[in-house]
């Protein structure tokens, strides 16, 4: 490297930046399992997320705003009758031009022109056709007329094939007949293919002889009229956007392109052929443009393809047609329109939707319907969890404690010691550790810090039976306790199954009926409007759960906002009354004093202030031993994992 040498800096364009943060899959997975919780399916859940986007990652619902922003930007700013004011213009010119020549002329031939400029029709187009004859006397009105004529060429040819109005700014005659060859050609080309014959070595001989009009660089007779067809349509809907006397005026005026009226008829003939061959190109339709800055033909054609192109992209932003991806969107016209920062967040989108469905967190059911997987599962209760373990962390006059349990057995794991533990240190690990962090200095001597220190972690081999029955009525859904109390039943789930392995926990749910879950069903489930709070039924089956694990410490949890209303009887009917009658409270009652005599005691978490309520939870705990909760929403699942472990401690 020299002195001479330097470096230059620009924008990365091989792919994604390397330097973009990672997606975050988790809080992706968290929007989510909350969508799904509030009732949503795991596919509009997905949808849900892809539309709104995540934190630092704009959704589709922003760039379809975009999308619109600009649709309304290019309508609202801009009008189509820009040819037709510059041929006004032009024309004007040559005439003041003409009588200024003519004026000081006494000669009777003088006078007669004088008539004949006065006699020309009111439109434009007219007064430019009957000037077809008409022998000039000024140099500059002959040139104004010349540059009318070589105008509306270009603006013509430009509406058809991109690129062409600069390619023949200083026209000559040989430029024209080069033009009128090459239409020739292509018309024979698109008549041969359209009558099925085989045009690829025609094809390839056009492009040899034409090739520079066509920038798009096709690679056959195929592609050639996809691009050839989109900027036709795109000029007829350009007309159709016109009011009656515009299109009738500027296709009068096109007849004078470049003063050959053949030029136009081979136009004519070529839009002929690109609709037979492509009738699905919307021919038809029309914009309203209302601005102020005219454009020319070749623009507003330009500015026509635009509008197709973003009625097109939001289609694909959209992802309203059956087995949409976000890969459909094209990324090239999605730049085209809204720049490299749109394409990137596209892409960016396109990743996190293929990453989430790559790491498994969605499988087809049986039924063919999208659900969440047992590992997504698990990653929504362990967000859970780690929520909960936040706000135990923050009770006052309480402190963590990693200790599993209390019969001091040995799990096989370790962690840093923190100031107040008593479990046993990790000799080799402590060891190891002090080894490390000397030899990272360079030092000789290996010296023990507190730093260094690890502890063995014990495990209770105790086991607990624990029944969470959680109220499922539409008052939960009404009150805005539904995703609480899901939350809740993952946090709990996701503790057992990873810290207390060996207990068994039995998840049921109640309203008119109860029954028996398993996480992903509850996670899943979706708000039923039926009147009913059926704590009997739930009860009964917490104490056939806790009957199939005898020699297990007995649990129970009550997550509800309402006295119970219905009960079941002998013949298996639920019986709904309000307010509440005498006999379903009895018949809760018995099943309470039967759980009460395995040895359960029932804890509460009353989500009400309601009178009633309170007075039965508050009988509920002195006749099962157990005690009442009144947690706020985000308390609720801290408060049940809390009493979960308290209990099990007994």
């Not at 005498?582 to 029932?602: H, N």
Request: charged letters at 30%; hydrophobic letters at 40%.
């Amino acid at each position: 490297m020299t002195a001479a040498d330097s470096y230059s800096y620009g924008p990365y364009h091989e792919g994604p930046d390397p330097l973009a943060p990672p997606l975050d899959l988790r809080a992706a997975l968290a929007d989510i399992g909350r969508e799904v919780m509030e009732g949503s399916s795991p596919r509009s859940a997905l949808e849900e997320l892809l539309r709104r986007g995540t934190s630092g990652l704009p959704g589709l619902e922003e760039l379809t705003r975009r999308l619109w922003e600009r649709r309304a930007e290019i309508s609202r700013n801009h009008r189509l009758d820009g040819t037709l004011q510059q041929v006004r213009e032009l024309l004007d010119k040559a005439l003041e031009a003409e009588r200024r020549a003519l004026f000081p002329d006494p000669a009777d031939d003088a006078r007669f022109a004088e008539m004949q400029l006065d006699a020309l029709p009111s439109s434009t187009a007219g007064a430019v056709r009957e000037l077809g004859e008409y022998q000039w006397r000024s140099d500059l009105g002959r040139e104004n007329y010349r540059r009318i004529r070589d105008l509306l060429g270009r603006e013509l040819l430009e509406s058809r094939f991109q690129g062409m109005k600069q390619a023949l700014q200083n026209t000559t005659p040989q430029d024209v007949e080069q033009v009128r060859q090459m239409m020739s050609d292509l018309n024979d080309l698109l008549a041969a293919h359209g009558r099925g014959e085989d045009t690829t070595g025609q094809f390839a001989e056009f492009m040899a002889a034409h090739g520079e009009f066509f920038p798009e660089n096709p690679h056959n007779t195929e592609e050639l009229i996809d691009a050839l067809a989109a900027r036709a349509a795109a000029a007829q809907r350009m007309l159709n956007s016109m009011s009656e006397q515009q299109r009738s005026e500027l296709n009068e005026l096109l007849g004078q392109a470049f003063g050959d009226p053949a030029l136009a008829q081979q136009i004519a003939a070529l839009d002929a052929n690109l609709r037979e061959l492509r009738p699905g190109e919307d021919w038809e339709s029309g914009r309203r443009f209302r601005g102020e800055d005219p454009l020319g033909m070749g623009a507003a054609v330009e500015a026509m393809q635009d509008l197709g192109e973003l009625d097109e992209l939001a289609a694909q932003l959209a992802q309203s047609y059956p087995g949409a991806r976000l890969e459909d969107i094209d990324l090239e016209m999605l730049e085209r329109q809204l720049g490299a920062d749109a394409r990137v967040d596209a892409a960016r989108l396109a990743e996190l939707e293929r990453e989430l469905r790559r790491q498994g967190l969605f499988e087809r059911a049986p039924d063919g319907s999208l659900r969440l997987t047992p590992k997504a599962l698990r990653r929504l209760g362990e967000v859970a969890l780690r929520d909960v373990v936040g706000q135990l962390r923050t009770r006052k006059g309480e402190r963590e404690t990693a200790r599993a349990g209390a019969s001091g057995e040995p799990t096989g794991a370790s962690r840093p010691w923190q100031f107040g533990d008593t479990e046993p240190w990790d000799v080799s690990r402590t060891v190891r550790n002090a080894v490390l962090r000397t030899a990272s200095t360079g030092s000789a001597t290996v010296t023990l810090d507190v730093a260094d220190v690890e502890i063995a972690e014990t495990e209770q081999r105790s086991r607990a039976a624990v029944a969470l029955c959680v109220d499922t009525s539409w008052s939960m859904v009404q009150d805005g306790r539904w995703v609480p109390m899901k939350r809740t039943a993952l946090a709990l789930q996701h503790l057992i199954s990873t810290r207390f392995r060996t207990d068994a926990l039995e998840l049921i749910t109640f309203g008119r009926h109860a029954t028996t879950v398993e996480i992903g069903e509850l996670t899943a489930l979706e708000p039923v409007w039926e009147q009913g709070t059926n704590l009997h039924h739930a009860l009964l089956l917490a104490g056939r759960h806790l009957r199939r694990h005898p020699d297990a410490v007995p649990v129970v949890l009550v997550v509800t906002d309402g006295e119970p209303t219905a009960h079941l009887e002998s013949d298996g009917t639920s019986l709904f009354n309000w307010p509440p009658d005498r006999r379903t409270l009895t018949t809760t009652m018995s099943q309470v004093d039967s759980l009460a005599k395995l040895g359960a005691s029932i804890s509460v978490f009353m989500l009400g202030e309601q009178p009633r309520l309170a007075a039965f939870v508050d009988m509920v705990a002195r006749r099962s031993g157990g005690r009442v909760v009144a947690p706020d929403l985000d308390g609720l699942g801290a408060a049940v994992v809390s009493d979960y472990l308290r209990g099990r401690r007994r």
